[in-house]
């Protein structure tokens, strides 16, 4: 199952100055495999996101990463950052990983980290 989480347009001025002369739309879906729920019953989450770009042909990229975690507040938290710092489809394993390191880190040290 997807659901939408959000969508932004990347800055236009950012574009400009990257030589790109058309909008670029960014969507973020939170995703879930029904068939694949964990035994004590909750849902594992993960993230698509597609963008897309608005030339003389509209092209569409997309990526997903699943099986990130089963918590929905967590996941939730991870698609925030990343539409925030407009994480787009080739860049989502990165990030994710990322995240992960470092909550993984925190918890090592007892420390608080905020996804």
Excluded: C, H
Aim: aromatic letters at 8%; charged letters at 35%.
């Amino acid at each position: 199952m997807r659901n939408f989480f959000g969508s932004i347009f990347i800055n236009r001025d950012e574009l400009v100055e990257a030589g790109i002369k058309y909008p670029i739309k960014v969507e973020y879906y939170k995703i879930t495999d029904e068939d694949k729920r964990e035994k004590s019953d909750k849902l594992i989450y993960g993230i698509q996101v597609v963008k897309t770009e608005y030339k003389d042909k509209i092209g569409i990229e997309q990526e997903k990463m699943e099986n990130i975690t089963n918590d929905e507040r967590e996941i939730t938290e991870i698609l925030e950052i990343i539409k925030e710092n407009e994480v787009t489809p080739i860049g989502l394993e990165d990030v994710i990983l990322e995240i992960k390191k470092w909550q993984t880190i925190a918890k090592n040290k007892n420390l608080s980290y905020n996804t």
